[in-house]
């Protein structure tokens, strides 16, 4: 598996100070195929959270970090099923996790969030995410939905 840093500054402006050939690819391409990459989601805090866009089953082995399960439909709508943070020192059981749950709420994309620094942070973020995304379905749940 091959990792590609991308600066978001440098993808926004349309340049490419560091030199990257993958990154100037990407961007000749198209800028729709490199953000269709990254969904920034808003916390309850207003604080904002770069995430990494994946299709549940091309997503990669990951290390321990917090992930939004979303269901995509044929129309591009994303409905958040699920806020969640996975912990394990082994990335493949943190990839085994996010596969079973998303596929028992029926995800078909896995959005990661991998820049908490710390596994304090990384729960902060969690709360942060499913208070602000989770508010309407956690309340219709409690009204009888």
Known sequence: MAAEI???????????????????????????????????????????YVHTVYSLFECPAIPAGNYILIHRDAEGRRLVLAVGRVGHSASSLNLAEIRRRGAALGANEVHVHLLAPNAKLS??????????????????????M
């Not at 100037?24 to 490199?34: I, K």
């Not at 995410?129 to 009204?143: D, E, K, M, P, W």
């Open 6 to 48: 991308i600066s978001l500054a440098d993808y926004r402006s349309g340049r490419n100070t560091s030199g990257d050939r993958g990154v100037q690819a990407a961007v000749q391409r198209g800028a729709s195929s490199l953000a269709d990459r990254f969904q920034f989601w808003s916390g309850a805090s207003g604080r904002r």
């Open 123 to 144: 729960r902060f973020i969690e709360s942060d995410l499913r208070a602000g995304l989770c508010a309407g379905v956690v309340s219709g749940f409690a009204a009888g």
